[in-house]
């Protein structure tokens, strides 16, 4: 057997076992029974304040800042704050256009 046919043998079976892998590989995940998704609640926390998604329509600087833990570091805050000022910008320019 010359080198050129063991080269290509080898890579064809290596192929195959790639492909046969893969296809196991496939059908175990396809197997698994997927996580529930997280539990969502719909309280109102202490201050009164509805729970509402980060950047959500309804959402302004004021509820945006008070959703910020009271435990959070001073990093953490300051990077909250400017993620809700960030946020409030935003607004404002989408607010802007007429017709909305």
């Known amino acids: 057997m010359d080198a050129s046919q063991l080269t290509r043998q080898t890579?064809?079976?290596t192929s195959f076992a790639l492909i046969?892998?893969?296809a196991v590989m496939q059908a175990h995940a396809a197997s698994k029974t997927p996580k529930p998704p997280a539990?969502?609640?719909?309280?109102?926390?202490?201050n009164g304040l509805s729970l509402t998604a980060s950047g959500a329509a309804e959402d302004n600087l004021k509820y945006c800042l008070q959703r910020i833990p009271q435990k959070a570091s001073t990093g953490?805050?300051?990077?909250?704050?400017q993620?809700?000022?960030?946020?409030?910008e935003?607004?404002?320019?989408?607010?802007a256009v007429p017709g909305r």
């Open 20 to 22: 046969a892998g893969t």
């Open 76 to 81: 953490q805050r300051m990077m909250a704050e």
């Open 11 to 13: 890579i064809i079976w």
């Open 39 to 46: 539990a969502t609640t719909t309280a109102t926390p202490k």
């Open 83 to 88: 993620g809700c000022r960030r946020d409030q």
């Open 90 to 95: 935003s607004r404002k320019a989408i607010d």
